[in-house]
Antibody
Framework: QITLKESGPTLVKPTQTLTLTCAFSGFSLSTPRVGVGWIRQPPGKALEWLALISWNDDKRYSPSLNNRLTITKDTSKNQVILTMTNMDPVDTATYYC???????????????WGQGTLVTVSS | QSVLTLPPSVSAAPGQKVTISCSGSSSNIGNNYVSWYQQLPGTSPKLLIYEDNKRPPGIPDRFSGSRSGTSATLGITGLQTGDEADFYCGTWDSSLSTWVFGGGTRLTVL
């Protein structure tokens, strides 16, 4: 059974750095073609892709947030960590992690999703 | 503004059929597989269709997908009130080197 679960602070202040952890089970990030991505969804709005890390440590970021994001993995702990710097109230959203399946150098689909964690940015 | 274009909303009566079209470009839908995601109210998105037209285990055959050129389409037959949800298309964008989503379509079953 494949599961993913996001954790991190529910409230951060403007300008602070957000660190989120995706803990997963039922698969390994050392398996070829497997990756973990982060997606967010502001209240009442659409999904927005943030970042992806692949089994071979290839990392991809949203062009619009590239300079604020860092994604890393700890294969032994089955965890993926996302950091986002300089948080702003517009970053208030539910943050999801999802398992990704690659096809060559592209991502083919996001087949399992976590439950999401709501992060509010406010002073 | 999303890279992929979806209609904001669609509606149909129970038992009827609805289609949702996702429009993109040659850098995304035109050259990469499309997947579809269903987000029921208050829940996380769920994979509905992958590789344009394949269903994961447990997804009923009332849901179908297709891709042609730079557009993809999700079809839902035999609509049920429990199908009311937001639907998203997604694919890889080879120019951006990142995943992209459509802006979401809200399905209402009248």
């Amino acid at each position: 059974q494949i599961t993913l679960k996001e954790s991190g602070p529910t409230l951060v202040k403007p300008t602070q750095t957000l660190t989120l952890t995706c803990a997963f089970s039922g698969f390994s990030l050392s398996t070829p073609r497997v990756g973990v991505g982060w997606i967010r969804q502001p209240p009442g709005k659409a999904l927005e892709w943030l970042a992806l890390i692949s089994w071979n440590d290839d990392k991809r970021y949203s062009p619009s947030l590239n300079n604020r994001l860092t994604i890393t993995k700890d294969t032994s702990k089955n965890q993926v960590i996302l950091t986002m710097t300089n948080m702003d109230p517009v970053d208030t959203a539910t943050y999801y992690c999802a398992r990704t399946i690659a096809l060559g150098s592209t991502t083919r689909e996001l087949d399992y999703w976590g439950q999401g964690t709501l992060v509010t940015v406010s002073s | 503004q999303s890279v992929l274009t979806l209609p904001p909303s669609v509606s149909a009566a129970p038992g009827q059929k609805v289609t949702i079209s996702c429009s993109g470009s040659s850098s995304n839908i035109g050259n990469n597989y499309v997947s579809w995601y269903q987000q029921l109210p208050g829940t996380s998105p769920k994979l509905l269709i992958y590789e344009d037209n394949k269903r994961p285990p447990g997804i009923p055959d009332r849901f179908s997908g297709s891709r042609s050129g730079t557009s993809a389409t999700l079809g839902i037959t035999g609509l049920q009130t429990g199908d009311e949800a937001d639907f998203y298309c997604g694919t890889w964008d080879s120019s951006l080197s990142t995943w992209v989503f459509g802006g979401g379509t809200r399905l209402t079953v009248l």
